[in-house]
């Protein structure tokens, strides 16, 4: 696992841990619509595939197999990426003490060409920017 601190910038880990695709660990926001409601997490990595994300336990929630569109925001920018996506898993963290926090894992499966290449874009880019950049 590579990890570089950055400066206002959450640390990107890139992991290779066996996966197909590479994962980016980021804390920055993620919003999911689902049944005219939204909720706000916390992006905790992203892939080609999909992404995990934390959101508190008091918010509205999507189902386990139910459709949302996810919209992630990058260094402040609204909306960087925003897909369409199924969850497949809800989960409580064990790493957290406080069972306040609920992990919400969404498949990107069947993705439309168009937003298969705005991912790889974003992941290229969050490669780009762990590779080049200058404290």
């Known amino acids: ?13 890139v992991l290779s841990d066996g996966r197909r695709y590479k994962r980016f660990s980021r804390e920055e926001t993620v919003r999911i619509d689902f049944r005219g409601q939204t909720a706000t997490g916390n992006l905790a990595n992203l892939s080609a595939t999909g992404l995990l994300a934390t959101f508190s336990s008091s918010s509205i929630l999507p189902a386990c197999s139910e459709t949302v569109s996810v919209h992630i925001d990058i260094d402040g920018r609204e909306n960087v990426l925003d897909v369409q996506g199924l969850v497949v898993r809800i989960q409580i963290p064990t790493e957290y003490e406080v069972k306040d926090v609920i992990e919400i894992a969404v498949n990107f ?27």
């Open 109 to 135: 499966s069947d993705l439309r060409p168009a937003a298969k290449h705005s991912l790889q874009k974003l992941i290229n880019f969050l490669l780009i920017k762990d590779k080049n950049y200058k404290t």
């Open 1 to 13: 696992m590579d990890t570089l601190a950055h400066k206002n910038v959450a640390p990107i880990e």
